[in-house]
T-cell receptor, first 111, second 113 residues
Framework: NAGVTQTPKFRVLKTGQSMTLLCAQD?????MYWYRQDPGMGLRLIHY???????AKGEVPDGYNVSRLKKQNFLLGLESAAPSQTSVYFC??????????FGPGTRLTVL | KQEVTQIPAALSVPEGENLVLNCSFT??????LQWFRQDPGKGLTSLLL?????REQTSGRLNASLDKSSGRSTLYIAASQPGDSATYLC????????????FGKGTKLTVNP
C-alpha cells in the first residue's frame, strides 16, 4: 500500500497564478483533510471531506477550494495564489474519526 | 475555542533517559486525542490515539495518558534513543461530526548519543 500520496512535492508560483494539489489514498478511508503548516502557527485545517462528493470548511478556508469526486482523491485548488499561501501543505485521511494518516507534504512558494 | 498547548517547546536529553512530553487542552469535551511524530521535512506519523473513554494507550516504548477532567495528556518515552529525535505533536478532536483536529505547536526532542 502506498498510503497517502501527494502531487507535486514542490512548486513555485507567481502571485495570481492558479494550481491544483492532488491527494490520493489507497486505504479506502472515508474522511480526507487538507492542512497547512507554517512556522509558529502549527498545523491548521483548511478543508475536509467526510465522503465522496462532500466537502466542508476548516479553520482557514479562504482562498482555497476543494473537490472530492472520487473516494480516493481529494483536490485542493488555489485560484489566485498570494504570497500568504506560501506554506507546506499536508493531506491526510482516516477511517471515520480514527487515526489520521498523513502524506509527505507539498512545499509551495508564492512569489 | 479549543486551544492545545505543548510544553516544553524543545527538549534535549542524553540517550537512555526516560522522558515525558506534556500536552494541555482548554475544552475537556473531546472525542479523542492523538500523538504524532514529525521528522524534519516529512509528514506526520500517528503514534497513539486515545479515545475519550480511555485513560492510556501503549505502543512499545511509548505510553500516552489522558486526563480529560484536567485537560491534560502526557507522552512517556522509555529508554530514549537518538532515533527518537523528532518533533512530537499532540492533537485533539472535538467530536465525531466535528472533524477539526486541533494541533499543539509541538515539542522538538533531541536525544544525544
Amino acid at each position: 500500500n502506498a498510503g497517502v500520496t501527494q502531487t507535486p512535492k514542490f512548486r513555485v508560483l507567481k502571485t495570481g497564478q492558479s494550481m491544483t494539489l492532488l491527494c490520493a489514498q489507497d486505504m479506502n478511508h472515508e474522511y480526507m483533510y487538507w492542512y497547512r503548516q507554517d512556522p509558529g502557527m502549527g498545523l491548521r485545517l483548511i478543508h475536509y471531506s467526510v465522503g465522496e462528493g462532500t466537502t466542508a470548511k476548516g479553520e482557514v478556508p479562504d482562498g482555497y477550494n476543494v473537490s472530492r469526486l472520487k473516494k480516493q482523491n481529494f483536490l485542493l485548488g488555489l485560484e489566485s495564489a498570494a504570497p500568504s499561501q506560501t506554506s507546506v501543505y499536508f493531506c491526510a485521511s482516516s477511517y471515520f474519526s480514527l487515526k489520521q494518516f498523513f502524506g509527505p507534504g507539498t512545499r509551495l512558494t508564492v512569489l | 475555542k479549543q486551544e492545545v498547548t505543548q510544553i516544553p517547546a524543545a527538549l534535549s536529553v542524553p540517550e537512555g533517559e526516560n522522558l515525558v512530553l506534556n500536552c494541555s487542552f482548554t475544552d475537556s469535551a473531546i472525542y479523542n486525542l492523538q500523538w504524532f511524530r514529525q521528522d524534519p521535512g516529512k509528514g506526520l506519523t500517528s503514534l497513539l490515539l486515545i479515545q475519550s473513554s480511555q485513560r492510556e494507550q501503549t505502543s512499545g516504548r511509548l505510553n500516552a495518558s489522558l486526563d480529560k477532567s484536567s485537560g491534560r495528556s502526557t507522552l512517556y518515552i522509555a529508554a530514549s534513543q537518538p532515533g527518537d529525535s523528532a518533533t512530537y505533536l499532540c492533537a485533539v478532536l472535538a467530536g465525531s461530526g466535528s472533524e477539526k483536529l486541533v494541533f499543539g505547536k509541538g515539542t522538538k526532542l533531541t536525544v544525544n548519543p
